[in-house]
């Protein structure tokens, strides 16, 4: 089922070792609970591979683990809004991200792309009011299949700048990562992180690895966030 990323294939064996490795390894507290953000060095191993791809100082504090990444969306939108307040979203989109910010009295805002699924930067910058809290990036695309390049995210980081300042107000990117390692062709993965500070992405390892059953996934925010503590 690629509308919700349910994989047919089977995890790696190197997975599968690694599994066994974990269960047959002794180890005091193994099956205490964890700090509420995750193991300390699962947090660090994604930080680390984050200030890797986008060359900024990503640590541990900038990382929660989560169920997935509809538990990362899920503890974004709480974490960002309040109610009334405005989710924009470009169509197509994944269905559910209407019903997460449902979940916190926000509002899903649908707009246009372009005939080639690029996200319209002139509906865009005219849906743009005080009400908006977040705007919602999804690359590679689910269900276009579209990966944003590095023009097309500096062109949605200029509206967004430009329309908080005008506004006076934050608004927030939030990048759905989760299919950023299914990339083909010789095809660059660009980060917004690398465009605009006030950048929380989230990705899982349920399509990169065939695990969706797994639930695991990271909500990650930009080292520079503005009150970047506090929506963490």
């Known amino acids: 089922d690629l509308s919700v990323s349910n994989t047919v294939l089977e995890p790696p064996p190197e997975f599968v070792e690694e599994l066994k490795?974990?269960?047959?390894?002794?180890?005091?507290?193994?099956?205490?609970?964890?700090?509420?953000?995750?193991?300390?060095?699962?947090r660090t191993v994604v930080a680390e591979r984050l200030k890797l791809e986008t060359g900024l100082n990503f640590s541990q504090d900038n990382v929660i683990m989560t169920c997935g990444s509809s538990g990362a969306l899920n503890i974004i939108f709480k974490g960002i809004f309040n109610p009334g307040e405005a989710l924009i979203v470009f169509s197509p989109f994944y269905s559910e991200?209407?019903?997460?910010?449902?979940?916190?009295?926000?509002?899903?805002?649908?707009?246009?792309?372009?005939?080639?699924?690029?996200?319209?930067?002139?509906?865009?910058?005219?849906?743009?009011?005080?009400?908006?809290?977040?705007?919602?990036?999804?690359?590679?695309?689910?269900?276009?299949?579209?990966?944003?390049?590095?023009?097309?995210?500096?062109?949605?980081a200029d509206v967004l700048t430009r329309r908080c300042a005008?506004?006076?107000?934050?608004?927030?990117?939030?990048?759905?990562?989760?299919?950023?390692?299914?990339?083909?062709?010789?095809?660059?993965?660009?980060?917004?992180?690398?465009?605009?500070?006030n950048t929380i992405a989230l990705s899982s390892y349920s399509s990169e690895l065939g695990i969706p059953g797994e639930r695991i996934g990271y909500a990650a925010v930009h080292p520079a966030c503005e009150e970047g503590k506090e929506v963490f």
């Open 21 to 42: 490795n974990f269960v047959e390894l002794p180890q005091a507290g193994k099956h205490r609970y964890m700090e509420n953000a995750g193991f300390t060095a699962n």
């Open 97 to 156: 991200y209407a019903q997460y910010v449902d979940n916190y009295s926000g509002i899903c805002k649908v707009i246009p792309t372009n005939h080639d699924f690029t996200p319209d930067l002139k509906a865009l910058e005219t849906a743009i009011t005080l009400k908006t809290k977040a705007i919602m990036i999804n690359s590679p695309n689910n269900p276009s299949g579209l990966v944003y390049n590095e023009e097309i995210l500096k062109g949605i």
């Open 166 to 197: 005008e506004l006076k107000t934050t608004i927030y990117a939030v990048s759905d990562e989760t299919y950023s390692r299914l990339v083909f062709d010789g095809i660059k993965y660009p980060h917004m992180f690398n465009h605009y500070v």
